[in-house]
T-cell receptor
Framework: DVKVTQSSRYLVKRTGEKVFLECVQDMDHENMFWYRQDPGLGLRLIYFSYDVKMKEKGDIPEGYSVSREKKERFSLILESASTNQTSMYLCASSAEVLTSGTFTDTQYFGPGTRLTVL | GQNIDQPTEMTATEGAIVQINCTYQTSGFNGLFWYQQHAGEAPTFLSYNVLDGLEEKGRFSSFLSRSKGYSYLLLKELQMKDSASYLC?????????????FGTGTRLTVIP
């Protein structure tokens, strides 16, 4: 089974703090993603990475950065946390999977980190 | 951009059948996914459609019509444990990547 783990389930930080959210996958997946999930807005893509040292902006990258130094680990960084970054953060990794007779890239999610910024 | 619509909430009775609809607008459609997410947990993959028609997986089936920009997830013989949010997600080839764009989810409540 694919396993995606995130460093914390719950995190409370203060405005202006630097915050690191860690994600590790154990299936040698090339692709990794960071989303945030907010009520009424669904999952929104922050950053993604298709290879080590590679990163691409998603739909809402402002206020965030990422790091992918090793294939299995993808870190999300909030340089200076703000209250509007209070959210559920979900990490995912993906690989080609044979589904319904077709190879498709399927994303597998970690359990999420609920971040509160005070 | 992408526009994905699904109902916010639905309620159904244990043992019944429920259909959750999803409509989308995207110019580079390259597949549609359904995920299940229990409260406080990670989304888990349910199904994938890229061609028109019905895909069946046990009690769950998913249908796609690309010409209509429409999909539905059908849940049969509902069980209490099916109470969860169901997320529709579309892959858009225009982004040149395997990124997914998610709807806001449908919260399904199964009642006895």
């Amino acid at each position: 089974d694919v396993k995606v783990t995130q460093s914390s389930r719950y995190l409370v930080k203060r405005t202006g703090e630097k915050v690191f959210l860690e994600c590790v996958q154990d299936m040698d997946h090339e692709n990794m993603f960071w989303y945030r999930q907010d009520p009424g807005l669904g999952l929104r893509l922050i950053y993604f990475s298709y290879d080590v040292k590679m990163k691409e902006k998603g739909d809402i990258p402002e206020g965030y950065s990422v790091s992918r130094e090793k294939k299995e680990r993808f870190s999300l960084i909030l340089e200076s946390a703000s209250t509007n970054q209070t959210s559920m953060y979900l990490c995912a990794s993906s690989a080609e999977v044979l589904t319904s007779g077709t190879f498709t890239d399927t994303q597998y999610f970690g359990p999420g980190t609920r971040l509160t910024v005070l | 951009g992408q526009n994905i619509d699904q109902p916010t909430e639905m309620t159904a009775t244990e043992g019944a059948i429920v259909q959750i609809n999803c409509t989308y607008q995207t110019s580079g459609f390259n597949g549609l996914f359904w995920y299940q997410q229990h409260a406080g947990e990670a989304p888990t993959f349910l199904s994938y459609n890229v061609l028109d028609g019905l895909e069946e997986k046990g009690r769950f089936s998913s249908f796609l019509s690309r010409s209509k920009g429409y999909s539905y997830l059908l849940l049969k013989e509902l069980q209490m444990k099916d109470s969860a949010s169901y997320l529709c997600a579309v892959r858009d080839q225009r982004t040149g990547a395997n990124n997914l764009f998610f709807g806001t989810g449908t919260r399904l409540t199964v009642i006895p």
